[in-house]
T-cell receptor, first 115, second 111 residues
Framework: DTAVSQTPKYLVTQMGNDKSIKCEQN?????MYWYKQDSKKFLKIMFS???????INETVPNRFSPKSPDKAHLNLHINSLELGDSAVYFC??????????????FGPGTRLTVL | DAKTTQPNSMESNEEEPVHLPCNHS???????IHWYRQLPSQGPEYVIH???SNVNNRMASLAIAEDRKSSTLILHRATLRDAAVYYC????????????FGQGTRLTINP
C-alpha cells in the first residue's frame, strides 16, 4: 500500500502552459507539504497545509497555487510555466503540524520538465 | 533553524559499519536532531531522531555528543541499498513544521 502517492510521475510541457500535480496520502495525517528539489538537488519546502488550511507559504511565486480539497489530498497547480520551474516536486505528509518529533512521509516525486 | 555541516561524500564497503558525522555547533537546547535519507530517484525517508540520549532503531543508531554540538549516524552493517544522500536536520520550536535540508552526505557503498 502506497502511503503518499503522486501523479503524474513525469510531466513534460511547454513554457507558458498550466499544469497540475496531484498528491494523496492514506495515512490519516492532518498535515501535507510540497517540497521542490532543483537541478542542484537542493530540497526546499514550498507549502504546508494543516486540515485544509494553508500554514506555510515560502515565498513561492503566485503562479503556484496549492489546493487541498480534503485533508488526504494536496494538489499543486502551476500557471504560466517557466523554464526555471523544471524540478522534482515531492509531496509529504505528517501527523502533527508543530511537532519537533513527528515524521514526514514523502511521495515518490514528480519530475517536471519545462521546454 | 540552526545550521548543520556534513561532509559532501563518504565511501564505505558492504557489510562494514558506517559513521556519518554532523556538526551543529549552534544547536539550541530544544532542537531535535533528525536524520533523513534519499535513495536514488526516490523521495526522502525518515531514519532516526533524538534530543540528548543515544537512540537505536531498526535502521540505524544515533550517537549524540554530550555537548550536543555534533552527532553521528551509525549504520551497523551497510548494504548496497544504503547508498543514498543522508541529511542531518535540526528541528526547533520555531519552524518545527518544515524540514530544512542542507546538501547532505552522499554515501557510496562498495561491494
Amino acid at each position: 500500500d502506497t502511503a503518499v502517492s503522486q501523479t503524474p510521475k513525469y510531466l513534460v510541457t511547454q513554457m507558458g502552459n498550466d499544469k497540475s500535480i496531484k498528491c494523496e496520502q492514506n495515512l490519516g495525517h492532518d498535515t501535507m507539504y510540497w517540497y521542490k528539489q532543483d537541478s542542484k538537488k537542493f530540497l526546499k519546502i514550498m507549502f504546508s497545509y494543516n486540515n485544509k488550511e494553508l500554514i506555510i507559504n515560502e515565498t513561492v511565486p503566485n503562479r503556484f497555487s496549492p489546493k487541498s480539497p480534503d485533508k488526504a489530498h494536496l494538489n499543486l497547480h502551476i500557471n504560466s510555466l517557466e523554464l526555471g520551474d523544471s524540478a522534482v516536486y515531492f509531496c509529504a505528509s505528517s501527523q502533527a503540524i508543530r511537532g519537533r518529533t513527528d515524521t514526514q512521509y514523502f511521495g515518490p516525486g514528480t519530475r517536471l520538465t519545462v521546454l | 533553524d540552526a545550521k548543520t555541516t556534513q561532509p559532501n561524500s563518504m565511501e564505505s564497503n558492504e557489510e562494514e559499519p558506517v559513521h556519518l558525522p554532523c556538526n551543529h555547533s549552534t544547536i539550541s537546547g530544544t532542537d531535535y536532531i533528525h536524520w533523513y535519507r534519499q535513495l536514488p530517484s526516490q523521495g526522502p525517508e525518515y531514519v532516526i531522531h533524538g534530543l540528548t540520549s543515544n537512540v537505536n532503531n531498526r535502521m540505524a543508531s544515533l550517537a549524540i555528543a554530550e555537548d550536543r554540538k555534533s552527532s553521528t549516524l551509525i549504520l551497523h552493517r551497510a548494504t548496497l541499498r544504503d547508498a543514498a544522500v543522508y541529511y542531518c536536520i535540526l528541528r526547533g520550536i520555531q519552524g518545527a513544521q518544515k524540514l530544512v535540508f542542507g546538501q547532505g552526505t552522499r554515501l557510496t557503498i562498495n561491494p
